[in-house]
């Protein structure tokens, strides 16, 4: 069992928009705004999409967003794409160097 | 470019031993502090150990702690991973990644990992 909580999968169709949203405690999401936000495509290497809650790395699309609200935090992939469905892994500084991730969303693009 | 790239991944036995490397190039790996991330089939990425730039500071998971080693020479822009006493939940694919930027807590870029299969 994660430390954070992801659903499973989530999806939707081309040009729509879709929230991920990422669970912990006051003890990492809550605590700390050093949510991340990972893409993976199967047998690729993780991608940073977003870092610090909301902050996108240089050449991830606009597409891409992120808040937080309390203990949980979202991730917000508007206008979908193809290549946007992959897994999606959120991850939280969790204090004294330790992190802790989700346990993944698979994204589908309908 | 920029590129991590793992190996020494394999089917051990339990209780058995097994070191993971990972070649860094294209990126100044002596001032990044490096990470490896694992993740068992079916279930979601798990932070493993950190290791800082000099090599003076280690950090490990609870799961791991006491067992694995974080090591690194800067000369060959490598990184290490000393895995002993394994146990079949340590079954699971083993990325290495650095650090963004100093003091994001993100991870980046990562490599393609290697899987590590614990079994008798």
């Given at each position: 069992q994660s430390a954070l909580t992801q659903p499973p999968s989530a999806s939707g169709s081309p040009g729509q928009s879709v929230t991920i949203s990422c669970t912990g405690t006051?003890?990492?999401?809550?605590?700390?705004?050093?949510?991340?936000?990972?893409?993976?495509?199967?047998?690729k290497a993780p991608k940073l999409m977003i870092y610090e809650v909301s902050k996108?790395?240089?050449?991830?699309?606009?597409?891409?967003?992120?808040?937080?609200?309390g203990n949980t935090a979202s991730l917000t992939v508007s206008g979908l794409q193809a290549e946007d469905e992959a897994d999606y892994h959120c991850s939280s500084?969790?204090?004294?160097?330790?992190?802790?991730?989700?346990?993944?969303?698979?994204l589908t693009v309908l | 470019q920029v590129q991590l790239v793992e190996s020494g991944g394999g089917v051990v036995p339990p209780g058995r031993s097994l070191r993971?490397?990972?070649?860094?190039?294209?990126?100044?790996?002596s001032s990044n502090t490096m990470h490896w991330v694992?993740?068992?089939?079916?279930?979601?990425?798990?932070?493993?150990?950190?290791?800082?730039?000099?090599g003076?500071?280690?950090?490990?998971?609870?799961?791991?702690?006491?067992?694995?080693?974080?090591?690194?020479?800067?000369?060959k822009n490598t990184l290490y991973l000393q895995m002993n006493s394994l146990r079949g939940e340590d079954t699971a694919v083993y990325y290495c990644a650095s650090d963004y930027d100093s003091g994001s807590s993100a991870?980046?870029?990562?490599?393609?990992?290697?899987?590590v299969t614990v079994s008798s």
């Open positions: 006051s003890s990492d999401v809550g605590g700390y705004n050093y949510v991340s936000w990972y893409q993976v495509h199967p047998g996108r790395p240089s050449g991830v699309p606009d597409r891409f967003s992120g808040s937080k609200s500084y969790a204090g004294r160097n330790n992190w802790v991730f989700g346990g993944g969303t698979e | 993971l490397s990972c070649a860094a190039s294209g990126f100044t790996f694992r993740q068992a089939p079916g279930r979601g990425l798990e932070w493993v150990a950190l290791i800082s730039y000099d003076s500071n280690k950090y490990y998971a609870d799961s791991v702690k006491g067992r694995f080693i974080i090591s690194r020479d800067n000369s991870l980046d870029p990562w490599g393609q990992g290697t899987l």
